[in-house]
């Protein structure tokens, strides 16, 4: 998995409640991703990031957050989980010098 | 408009078949075309890419092909084996960002 670990790789949590997923990569590469797989909707960019405290919106950011204060980490942030919101959580990091992103294994998050 | 639209949904292919898998994109802006594989548990891993300078791309028994006129590339699978059986997603870049397709699920019997 590209020296990429997610963290938990499996959560079960109550809607209202914060959940907080992190992606940690060993090679210190500046762009990371966070995605969520459905079905029927392929991979959906939530965030990203390059660099440290640089980070933009994706295609569905509405309630989320992420922080980078290491280049290592990229946190994920459910302030207030909805049923919605479960998913399969991708992280990726695309190294300097290509278009390739490459992925973690994964978060699966069921709010109940 | 920032979509890749990917069919069929599911595909079923018999042992040695050929699978093909056909995407297509709006956004002329465009400019790297990986194709994805993905297994039940894990994360999507890279499988082949192409740009749109180049018309078909082959690695083993995995080539793209893609048509810029008619901004369509798909992926075709020789000689399909079960071990191909997954789900594969196209997508495209644009600057740091890639955009999917809604993936296909490929089963190849034996």
């Known amino acids: 998995d590209a020296g990429i670990t997610q963290s938990p790789r499996h959560k079960v949590t109550e809607t209202g409640t914060p959940v907080t997923l992190r992606c940690h990569q060993t090679?210190?590469?500046?762009?990371m991703y966070w995605y969520r797989q459905d079905p029927g909707h392929g991979l959906r960019l939530i965030h990203y990031?390059?660099?440290?405290?640089?980070?933009d919106k994706g295609e569905v950011s509405d309630g989320y957050s992420v922080s980078r204060s290491k280049t290592e980490d990229f946190l994920l942030t459910l302030e207030s989980a909805t049923s919605s919101q479960t998913s399969v959580y991708f992280c990726?990091?695309?190294?300097?010098?290509?278009?390739?992103?490459?992925f973690g294994p994964g978060t699966r998050l069921t709010v109940l | 408009q920032q979509q890749v639209k990917q069919s069929p949904q599911s595909l079923i292919v018999q042992k040695g078949g050929i699978s093909i898998i056909n995407c297509a994109y709006e956004?002329?802006?465009?400019?790297?075309f990986p194709w994805y594989q993905q297994f039940p548990g894990k994360g999507p891993a890279l499988l082949i890419a192409?740009?749109?300078?180049?018309s078909e791309k082959k690695e083993g028994r995995f080539t793209i092909s893609f048509n810029k006129s008619a901004k369509q590339f798909s992926l075709h699978i020789m000689d399909s084996q079960p071990g191909d059986s997954a789900t594969y997603f196209c997508?495209?870049?644009?600057?740091?960002?890639?955009?999917f397709g809604a993936g296909t699920i490929l089963r190849v019997k034996s």
């Open positions: 990726a990091i695309m190294p300097g010098d290509t278009d390739t992103q490459y």
């Open positions: 090679e210190n590469h500046r762009y």
């Open positions: 990031s390059y660099g440290v405290k640089d980070t």
């Open positions: 956004n002329t802006a465009f400019d790297y």
């Open positions: 192409i740009r749109p300078d180049v």
């Open positions: 997508a495209a870049t644009y600057g740091n960002k890639l955009v």
